[in-house]
Each structure stands twice: as C-alpha cells, then as structure tokens.
C-alpha cells in the first residue's frame, strides 16, 4: 500500500462503520477542548474531519464536519452557520484529496470554507469583520496542525481499517 493512495474505504464492514461513528464521536468531544496558546483559544476537532475525509470520503468529512460543531453551533455560540462551514471543510478535504496532496487538499478545503466563514458570521451573524479576521488567522494555523496530525495517522489507520 502506497503511502497516500488516495483512495477511500468502502463502508462494506461492521468495523469500518464503527471507525466512522468514533472518530465522529471523538471529534465531538474535541469541539469542547480549547487550548490556550499566547492569547489565542485553540481547539482541534478540525483533526476527526480531516481524518474522516481522507479515510472515508467527501460525505463522511460533511457529516463529521456538520455533527462536530452542532452542539456548539446551535446552543453555545448560537451561530447555525457554523454546521455548514465544517461540512464544507470536510467535503472539499475528500473531494480534493483525490487530485492533489492532502495537505493541498486541507489547505484548499479552508480556502473554499472562508468565503463562507466570512459571508455567514459578518452579514448574518453581523460579527465585526476584524473579529472573523482574526477568527480566520486562527482557524489557518489550527487547519495546519490538524491537517499534519491527520495526513500523518490517516495511512496507518487507513491499513488497520484494511484488513477489516
């Protein structure tokens, strides 16, 4: 098995479905962990979306994306257009992955999220737009990170899932 063979597993198996559901339910659990780091509020559920998108596909990396930032989404922040721009994150991370790197495909994943991300919270949620600025800076550097930790697990997860 190549390294990145961009290619995704079928959901043709009992482990391979409960793989999904706990990287689903464990990414729902990271949207409720932020780290502080030098005045910035961290967090790294973006991880389980990159990780669903490369092993399983576009539908798999919406639905990831969609669920894990439900709760906060609706009921803490009260921004539903939260849900969108992670199913999107993780959409485009599968779609693209199939025709380029998947750091390139994280990367570009986020830049078709930001459009998005910029529209929803400046003209419907009416946050400043400094703050979705800055709220963008911050989501580039947590993309970069998940996305390495996703392309370094995702070969190895993906060759255990394999044998299932």
């Not at 894990?68 to 257009?81: E, Q, R």
């Not at 737009?129 to 697990?153: R, S």
Request: with cysteine.
């Amino acid at each position: 098995m190549e390294l990145y063979d961009n290619k995704f597993l079928p959901m043709d198996s009992f482990v391979r479905i409960l793989a999904l559901v706990s990287i689903a339910a464990l990414t729902f659990a990271l949207s409720f962990i932020m780290l502080p780091f030098m005045g910035w509020q961290l967090h790294f559920f973006q991880l389980g979306i990159f990780l669903s998108a490369f092993l399983f596909g576009p539908f798999a990396g919406a639905f990831v994306g969609a669920l894990s930032s439900s709760y906060n989404g609706l009921l803490v922040i009260h921004n539903p257009w939260i849900i969108g721009g992670n199913a999107l994150l993780g959409f485009f991370a599968a779609y693209l992955y199939t025709r380029t790197t998947p750091f390139k495909a994280a990367m570009a994943a986020y830049a078709i999220q930001l459009p998005y991300l910029l529209a929803t919270d400046v003209l419907f949620v009416g946050m400043p737009l400094m703050v979705v600025l800055g709220l963008a800076a911050t989501l580039l550097a947590e993309n970069v990170l998940c996305a390495f930790m996703a392309i370094t697990m995702a070969p190895h997860v993906k060759a255990l899932l394999s044998r299932s």
